[in-house]
């Protein structure tokens, strides 16, 4: 069985400050694929990353960066300098080899960026 | 290019009604994919159908069910309403439904049932 845990469930900061994200998974299979997701008040999933399970280089991307380590099966997402407009919820999640086609989510980050 | 719509973005129903949710993809896009979010379970896979067949079923019980069409469009529908069937149903889709594919999702259909 598959698990994503985000640990956090509410965070709060000021715009301008730097914030990351927790993400741990569980997995059984061996090759399997990581992703975030951002959900706006409107509703939509937006797709941020997707990482592979034998790609454990980081990434930067704008004010977005990534920390995906195998060795403590986590994801961490980090949003710096972040703006009033990346008040969100933020999804990571996970699909391996042996779910394809099934995104199992974590319960989400609720960010707040404060003026 | 236009993203994936669904209809009708909400709806009211009452316990024992039945309710049918409509999802057309992105241009192109061949799978479709169904998940439930509610404040208690979270997000939940529903099914998952390309070409027309369902090739994943998450663990929902049988009043659950979806189609696919020629042309990818998909419903998904929902008997015998249950008060914890309302929901924030979203439709996701992705060119071939591959593990490695980022899924791009509609706004969802906002269920209450009463």
């Known amino acids: 069985a598959q698990k994503v845990t985000q640990a956090q469930t509410e965070i709060s900061v000021v715009e301008k400050e730097d914030v990351t994200l927790d993400c741990v998974y569980e997995?059984?299979?061996?090759?399997?694929?990581l992703f975030w997701y951002k959900q706006p008040p409107s509703g939509e999933l937006v797709f941020l990353i997707r990482?592979?399970?034998?790609?454990?280089q980081n990434e930067i991307s704008g004010r977005y960066s990534w920390n995906f380590q195998k060795s403590t099966s986590s994801f961490n997402f980090t949003i710096t300098a972040s703006q009033v407009v990346d008040s969100a919820v933020y999804f990571c999640?996970?699909?391996?080899?042996?779910?394809?086609?099934?995104?199992?989510f974590g319960s989400g980050t609720q960010l707040t960026v404060l003026p | 290019k236009a993203g994936v719509t669904q209809t009708p973005r909400y709806l009211i129903k009452t316990r024992g009604q039945q309710v049918t949710l409509s999802c057309s993809p992105i241009s192109g896009h061949r799978s479709v994919s169904w998940y439930q979010q509610t404040p208690g379970q979270g997000l939940q896979f529903l099914f998952e159908?390309?070409?027309?067949?369902?090739?994943n079923k998450g663990n929902f019980p049988g009043r659950f069910s979806g189609r696919q069409f020629s042309n990818s469009r998909s419903e998904m529908n929902v008997s015998t309403l249950e008060l914890g069937d309302s929901a924030l149903y979203l439709c996701?889709?992705?060119?071939?439904?591959?593990?490695?594919?980022?899924?791009?999702f509609g706004e969802g259909s906002r269920l209450t049932v009463l």
């Open positions: 999640a996970l699909s391996g080899s042996g779910s394809a086609r099934q995104l199992t």
């Open positions: 990482r592979n399970s034998f790609d454990e």
């Open positions: 159908y390309f070409s027309e067949t369902q090739r």
């Open positions: 996701a889709s992705s060119l071939t439904g591959q593990a490695t594919r980022e899924l791009f």
């Open positions: 997995t059984r299979d061996t090759t399997y694929y």
